[in-house]
């Protein structure tokens, strides 16, 4: 409930971990889910959010969109996939896919970040991440 409140007031949002997992589930629900998860998804369409996905969220979102249905991975092609997979959620979503390469996108434009990172990430980067993009939004 406090996440369709939240994309509802139109104030920036970023989702990672467990606002991404119930974000995925009301996407694969679709309009046959519960009405909050309706909400969340009609809240979506507009509302000024951030996702910051790891590999294992960014297929998961894919699957739950339909994008990149014929790729066995997905994750690999982030760069191209993920701009499709941001439109379909909503008109102001940033996608911030994390990896090697980290892929930052709308659904109209497209950014590479190529710096050498660590190869892993470790636990609480992802936290960090949100907390950065969060105070500049």
Not at 26 to 55: C, D, I
Not at 57 to 84: D, M, Q, T, W, Y
Request: with cysteine; charged share 30%.
């Amino acid at each position: 409930k406090l996440l369709v409140r939240v994309a509802e007031l139109g104030t920036p949002t970023i989702l990672d971990a467990d606002g991404l997992y119930i974000l995925t589930q009301a996407l694969r629900e679709g309009g046959g889910g519960s009405s909050e998860q309706r909400r969340l998804l009609e809240a979506m369409r507009s509302a000024h959010v951030v996702l910051t996905p790891n590999k294992v969220e960014f297929e998961r979102l894919c699957r739950a969109v339909k994008v990149g249905e014929e790729a066995e991975e997905k994750f690999s092609r982030a760069a191209e996939l993920a701009p499709v997979v941001a439109g379909r959620i909503g008109e102001n979503v940033v996608m911030v896919v994390k990896g090697s390469r980290d892929v930052i996108c709308s659904r109209e434009e497209t950014w590479l970040c190529e710096d050498e990172g660590s190869p892993r990430r470790a636990g609480g980067q992802g936290d960090v991440l949100a907390g950065l993009v969060l105070t500049f939004s």
